[in-house]
């Protein structure tokens, strides 16, 4: 029988980080416009912030229980999926460049989280 702990986490952490995007970021479409007519948005630092917060523990739990590789792939993916759905309206096609770069950032951020975990986890538990 094989261990399928790490499927599921992996499946459990892309369900919330889908959820949390949607939570902190999907209901965001706006892009505000200031009086020297700038413009920026449609998301504010304190709703990045609040993802990234919301995500920090659920993959550090993950990675403590030796499953990082999978925290790291589960909340990149779930944040990928997310982004690609959000965003696929985007008529100049380049969503999918913007999809990408989180996929890529979403993964180096999390691997390091994860990896960080991992080594302290096994320095506290050989």
Same mark, same amino acid.
């Not at 965003?87 to 990408?100: N, R």
């Given at each position: $029988?094989?261990?399928?702990? *790490?499927?599921?986490?992996?499946? %459990? %952490?892309?369900?919330?980080?889908? +959820?949390?995007?949607?939570?902190? %970021? ?5 892009? =505000? !416009?200031?009086? =020297?007519?700038? !413009?920026?948005? *449609?998301?504010?630092? &304190?709703?990045?912030?609040? /993802?990234?917060?919301?995500?920090? *523990? ?16 589960? +909340?990149?993916?779930?944040? +990928?999926?997310?982004?690609?759905? =959000? &965003?696929?309206? =985007?008529?100049?096609? /380049? ?5 990408? $770069? ?7 951020? +999390?691997?390091?989280?994860?990896? %960080? ?6 320095? !506290?538990? *050989?």
């Amino acid at each position: $029988m094989t261990n399928r702990l *790490p499927q599921t986490t992996a499946l %459990l %952490l892309a369900l919330l980080a889908a +959820t949390a995007w949607a939570g902190w %970021l999907g209901w965001d479409q706006q892009r =505000d !416009v200031h009086p =020297d007519g700038s !413009v920026s948005g *449609p998301y504010e630092a &304190w709703q990045v912030i609040g /993802l990234a917060l919301t995500l920090l *523990p659920a993959v550090v739990w993950a990675a403590a229980r030796r499953h990082g590789a999978a925290a790291a792939l589960g +909340t990149s993916a779930g944040l +990928t999926l997310a982004v690609a759905l =959000d &965003w696929s309206d =985007d008529g100049s096609g /380049l969503f999918l460049v913007g999809a990408a $770069m989180v996929a890529v950032g979403s993964l180096a951020a +999390t691997g390091v989280v994860a990896g %960080l975990t991992t080594a302290a986890a096994r320095a !506290v538990r *050989p």
